[in-house]
């Protein structure tokens, strides 16, 4: 299965953009790349997912390299509740998600 | 609209004794049904996941079961818990068709922890 790589921890100021990257170098053609979150003691929840256009929604963008070995997720302006753990994946329809350990963001006031 | 039921939110059992928790959804047919746990600063693990009623697969081998024995019910349990059995368990659901875009939609989780 296609691994996907991200840093173990960033920092961001409220009401800055975040950008948290991922890199899936042996992606394959047909995995789309999904982000979800988790909030402390809570379950994860969807954030984006993309195939290979760059994707906007209300809670982020997605911007994904030509190539597709890496992608970023992009949150315009943190607040402290974006503070979570964030899960990129990459799925391909296998029932099998595999969330890894994921970035932890810290959002400072 | 659709919504992921899970309980307990917490439960202590001591070593030996039997598990069972339950997630049921509303607002929908058909789901597919998913298992994980995580352990304690670590990532999810895929448990058990059951694209239809008695449909079960599991993907790590250990002293639990799950079943699935209504349509949007879904069970995880075992005869004997063990220490390593502790961690926070977490039942999700997402659209029964087989869809890499499929969404996973979770449950707030039950954190067992065995002593």
């Known amino acids: 299965d296609a691994k996907t790589t991200q840093p173990n921890s960033m920092e961001s100021n409220e009401e800055e953009p975040v950008h948290l990257p991922c890199n899936h170098s042996t992606i394959s053609g047909t995995d789309y790349i999904h982000w979800y979150r988790q909030l402390p003691s809570q379950g994860p929840e969807y954030v984006i997912h993309g195939l290979t256009s760059n994707v906007n929604n209300r809670m982020a963008s997605l911007a994904i390299a030509e190539d597709r070995k890496s992608s970023t997720l992009i949150l315009h302006r943190a607040t402290l509740r974006d503070a979570a753990v964030y899960y990129c994946i990459l799925y391909n329809n296998n029932n099998d998600m595999r969330f890894g350990a994921g970035t932890r963001l810290t959002v400072k006031p | 609209s659709q919504t992921i039921h899970q309980w307990p939110a917490t439960l202590v059992q001591p070593v030996g004794s039997p598990l069972s928790l339950e997630c049921t959804v509303e607002?929908?047919?058909?789901?597919?049904l998913y298992w994980y746990r995580q352990a304690a600063g670590r990532g999810l693990q895929l448990l058990f996941y059951?694209?239809?009623?008695?449909?079960i697969s599991s993907e790590v081998p250990q002293n639990l079961s799950a079943s699935r024995p209504q349509d949007r019910q879904f069970i995880l349990s075992s005869k004997k818990l063990l220490l390593s059995d502790s961690g926070f368990y977490l039942c999700?659901?997402?659209?029964?068709?087989?869809?890499?875009?499929?969404?996973?939609?979770f449950g707030a989780g039950t954190r067992l922890s065995v002593l």
């Open positions: 999700a659901w997402s659209g029964g068709f087989y869809s890499a875009q499929n969404i996973q939609y």
């Open positions: 607002g929908t047919s058909n789901p597919n």
């Open positions: 059951s694209v239809g009623i008695g449909q």
